[in-house]
């Protein structure tokens, strides 16, 4: 089942803050958060997991509210290097794939 | 250390033909998830293998298969390509289901003409 994200693309001036949310229709094991820049590969930000605590550095930081099936990504201060396209990766169970959002696309300006 | 090697990088095909593509994953990880990354549609999951074995299998026809070897390096075939087979094929490994993240190879390139 592929998790839904929001907004689908989001401008943002440097220092400006941002939030992506990511939400399923089913119970979550595990959330994950990846960063892809134009002709790169998908990089890994942060996992996080069934029971476990909102995780993250200062300026990108993530939540999960397991009882509404939802996560969301913060990026606080939001520098150049932020631009990317953010994928939400959701597992039902430790057996289930990761399956994967369609993106939001951040683009942050000077 | 290396990371997630995939080959070939580009790939252009005629319909009709089939494709095999090649992930080494991370030296010790054992998982390789394949994904289908396509603009409209993001990433897809293909299929995923853990010790040879295939774990999960994506909503794809059946001419999508894979494999995985002894030393975890992964091969996924396409045969009787269409050109909505035009994509980029991503690899994933990982150490370990649920504590970690997994780190994507480069990608294949895959045209279809």
């Known amino acids: 089942q592929q998790p839904v994200q929001s907004p689908q693309a989001v401008i943002l001036r440097e220092g400006e803050d941002a939030v992506i949310n990511c939400s399923s229709s089913k119970a979550l094991y595990s959330v994950h958060w990846y960063r892809q820049k134009h002709g790169e590969a998908p990089v890994f930000l942060m996992i996080?997991?069934?029971?476990?605590e909102q995780k993250g550095h200062e300026k990108i930081s993530a939540s999960f509210n397991e009882k509404k099936q939802q996560s969301s990504l913060y990026l606080t201060a939001s520098q150049l290097s932020y631009s990317g396209t953010y994928f939400c990766?959701?597992?039902?169970?430790?057996?289930?794939?990761?399956?994967f959002g369609k993106g939001t696309r951040l683009s942050v300006i000077a | 250390k290396a990371g997630v090697t995939q080959t070939p990088r580009y790939l252009i095909k005629t319909r009709g033909q089939q494709v095999t593509l090649s992930c080494s994953p991370i030296s010790g990880h054992r998982s390789v998830s394949w994904y289908q990354q396509t603009p409209g549609q993001g990433l897809q999951f293909l299929f995923e293998y853990f010790s040879e074995t295939q774990r999960n299998k994506g909503n794809f026809p059946g001419r999508f298969s894979g494999r995985q070897f002894s030393n975890s390096r992964s091969e996924m075939n396409v045969s009787t390509l269409e050109l909505g087979d035009s994509a980029l094929y991503l690899c994933a490994s990982s150490s370990s289901r649920g504590n970690y993240g997994y780190t994507f190879g480069s990608g294949t390139r895959l045209t279809v003409v």
């Open positions: 990766g959701t597992e039902n169970s430790g057996n289930t794939p990761l399956v």
């Open positions: 996080l997991l069934k029971g476990g």
